[in-house]
């Protein structure tokens, strides 16, 4: 779920003449929502979809949304939902982003309301080789300092 084999392949050259194919992914954020501002009893929603969506080199990445806009903002910016100093604004409502390299990309919601309560995301770009599972990365700035049990996230 969340995930859609793309149409690109890629050989990746091994140890004595061996090859393998890889198929890049697309990943919608949130699987079959829209990114959207997470209500008050599902704040890490992000969070939780990072920390279980392995995405690598060559994957892309997929928001789709109809109001407002999309920051990749620094490190610092994603900690005080900080809308001042943007790498990449995105206001379109539908974007696709190329992971191209190892690298960790901090995402915002360009309504700073919407980053303190939720609306962000951190993206680790792993390498194509298989590594072990990467913990959870911290939510955005002003979320309580302990999720919810996992049982009362998806209540609706």
């Known amino acids: 779920r969340g995930a859609t084999i793309m149409a ?6 091994l140890a004595r003449g061996v090859a393998v194919v890889v198929a890049s992914k697309q990943f919608k954020i949130r ?3 829209r990114w959207h501002l997470p209500n008050a009893k599902n704040t890490y929603m992000y969070v939780l979809w990072a920390g279980r969506t392995s995405l690598q080199v ?19 910016g994603y900690y005080h939902c ?9 206001h379109d409502g539908k974007i696709v982003f190329n992971l191209d390299k190892l690298n960790l990309l901090y995402f915002i919601s360009g309504e700073p309301r919407h980053c303190k309560n939720g609306q962000c995301l ?10 072990h599972h990467q913990p959870s990365p911290p939510p955005c700035r ?8 996992q049982s009362s996230l998806y209540r609706a």
């Open 82 to 90: 900080n809308t001042t100093n943007v790498t990449t604004a995105f």
């Open 8 to 13: 690109a392949c890629f050989m990746l050259p």
């Open 31 to 33: 699987g079959d929502e």
């Open 142 to 149: 002003r979320l309580p300092s302990s999720p919810p049990s």
């Open 122 to 131: 951190i993206i680790h770009v792993r390498s194509l080789a298989p590594s």
């Open 58 to 76: 060559e994957d892309s990445i997929y928001f789709d949304y109809s109001n407002g806009s999309t920051l990749l903002v620094d490190k610092r």
